[in-house]
Each structure stands twice: as C-alpha cells, then as structure tokens.
T-cell receptor
Framework: AQTVTQSQPEMSVQEAETVTLSCTYDTSESNYYLFWYKQPPSRQMILVIRQEAYKQQNATENRFSVNFQKAAKSFSLKISDSQLGDTAMYFCAFMKSYTGNQFYFGTGTSLTVIP | DAGVIQSPRHEVTEMGQEVTLRCKPISGHNSLFWYRQTMMRGLELLIYFNNNVPIDDSGMPEDRFSAKMPNASFSTLKIQPSEPRDSAVYFC???????????????FGPGTRLLVL
C-alpha cells in the first residue's frame, strides 16, 4: 500500500519570508506522480504543483517549487515570498503511474502567513 | 472552462433522510472521483469511475452509500438513509484520464458541505 506522510500539522511564516513544507511517501513503484494541493478557508482544493518521478528536475510554479529526492522518497514544497493568500491547508498526494489513477493524500499541513 | 460543478453547495438534513449529491465533471474528462473530507479521517477516496464505469468502490463506507455515472457529464452520490456520522464535505474531482502528459491531474469541485442532524 502507498502511504503519504506530512509530519508538520501546523506551520507559520512571516509575510515575505520563505517556508518549506515536508512530505514523505512510501512506495515500491519506480514511476509515479506527486502533487501538492492547497485548500484555503473556502475549502476549494487547488492544484499547486505537479512532479513526475522520472524527471530529475524539480518542478517550479512561480513562487512555489519542490525539492524532490527520489531515493529518500521525499517531496517538500517551498513557498518563497509568502503572501497572506497562501494561508491554507496544504496536502501532498501520490499517484502510481500504471495501475489506475487513484490518489493517496497526506493528512495535510495548516500554514498560516503572519502579516 | 467552468471547472467541476457540484450541487448543492450546502445540505442540511435529518437523520434517516435520503441525500443526493451531484457532480458535473470538466468536459472531456474521462475519470471522475468522489472524496469525503472529515477532521477525523482527512480526505478519503470513496469511489472512482473511468469512462462512466466504476473502477474502485472499496472506499464506500457501507451499503447506505451508492454512486452512479449514467453519462460522461453527470454523476451522483446517494446516501440512504443518512446518519449524523455522514456529516462531512464531499468533493467530486475529474481528470482527463490515465497517467501521462498531465492527464492524470485531478481538478476538484467546490465541495458539498453535508450536515445530518
């Protein structure tokens, strides 16, 4: 079975600073996909960033970037220049490549950006 | 694109009543997912469909829950009879299809907040 672990239930960061959210996963697969989703107080689940395991280059989307360490099975999210609108729950998710498209979600990290 | 559409956005009902949640996936998406989110259990996959066919319903909690996808643009999740422990936010998500070429990315609807009294 696939498991996704987010070991930081809550985090806070000062506005304009940088914060890193951690995620580890357990799998025997060699090819898979990893995602970070953001859930603001509105409850809408919003895709932040996506990484394909066979790509060594870390994905980047504007102020959001990942540090993907395949051997360590680690997939952390870095948010640069934090903004008040970044306040949300952040979920890490894993998907196997070849056996359907079921996602496995972590328990989430609640991030608060402090003005 | 309108995104994934769910209705109703909020539902309050009494124990024992039937509840039907509705979802319209993004046009052209072939996979549809129903999730439930609670504080205690986090985000759980209940069932997913591919090309209107249920692929995995192992997450459906019990026989009181049923889901259908009669066509590519509509799905329902029904709870009958409802119980207070069913209170949660129910999300529908869709994706283009199987893995590869960003087709696997799931896009979520706004959710239905269900309260069973």
């Amino acid at each position: 079975a696939q498991t996704v672990t987010q070991s930081q239930p809550e985090m806070s960061v000062q506005e304009a600073e940088t914060v890193t959210l951690s995620c580890t996963y357990d799998t025997s697969e060699s090819n898979y996909y990893l995602f970070w989703y953001k859930q603001p107080p509105s409850r809408q689940m919003i895709l932040v960033i996506r990484q394909e395991a066979y790509k060594q280059q870390n994905a980047t989307e504007n102020r959001f970037s990942v540090n993907f360490q395949k051997a360590a099975k680690s997939f952390s999210l870095k948010i640069s220049d934090s903004q008040l609108g970044d306040t949300a729950m952040y979920f890490c998710a894993f998907m196997k490549s070849y056996t359907g498209n079921q996602f496995y979600f972590g328990t989430g990290t609640s991030l608060t950006v402090i003005p | 694109d309108a995104g994934v559409i769910q209705s109703p956005r909020h539902e309050v009902t009494e124990m024992g009543q039937e509840v039907t949640l509705r979802c319209k996936p993004i046009s052209g998406h072939n996979s549809l997912f129903w999730y439930r989110q609670t504080m205690m259990r986090g985000l759980e996959l209940l069932i997913y469909f591919n090309n209107n066919v249920p692929i995995d319903d192992s997450g459906m909690p019990e026989d009181r829950f049923s889901a259908k996808m009669p066509n590519a643009s509509f799905s329902t999740l029904k709870i009958q009879p409802s119980e207070p422990r069913d209170s949660a936010v129910y999300f529908c998500a869709s994706s283009k299809g199987l893995a590869g070429g960003n087709q696997e990315t799931q896009y979520f609807g706004p959710g239905t907040r269900l309260l069973v009294l």
